[in-house]
């Protein structure tokens, strides 16, 4: 049983920051693009930030500017620094790899941005 761990979540007002961890136990996780979704009550599930194994990232549009992803090889961890946080980002936040696998979803850690 692969076991994801994500963690960080929490209630933060509108502006805050926030910063969640995942360890994945990818097989080869220093060669292996990473990346963090969200999934918001009613929507379907999207990618947010995404890392390769060099470290180039890339983020949608809606978080770009504000987030920042990064991955710490060593402890097969990635990160999630969360600035300026909205009330629209709101949701359950998952760690995967960027082409994800069904074997990685963990349970996510939620994320509520509200006053």
């Known amino acids: 049983q692969v076991q994801v761990a994500e963690s960080g979540g929490g209630l933060v007002q509108p502006g805050g920051s926030l910063r969640l961890s995942c360890t994945v136990p990818?097989?080869?996780?220093?060669?292996?693009?990473m990346a963090w979704y969200r999934q918001a009550p009613g929507k379907q599930r999207e990618s947010v930030a995404m890392?390769?194994?060099?470290?180039?990232?890339n983020y949608s549009d809606a978080v770009k500017g504000r987030f920042t992803i990064s991955r710490d090889n060593a402890k097969n961890m990635i990160f999630l620094q969360m600035n300026s946080l909205k009330p629209e980002d709101t949701a359950v936040y998952f760690c995967?790899?960027?082409?994800?696998?069904?074997?990685?979803w963990g349970q996510g850690t939620q994320v509520t941005v509200s006053s």
């Open positions: 995967n790899t960027f082409r994800p696998q069904p074997a990685y």
């Open positions: 990818v097989t080869r996780f220093r060669t292996s693009a």
């Open positions: 890392i390769t194994g060099l470290g180039s990232t």
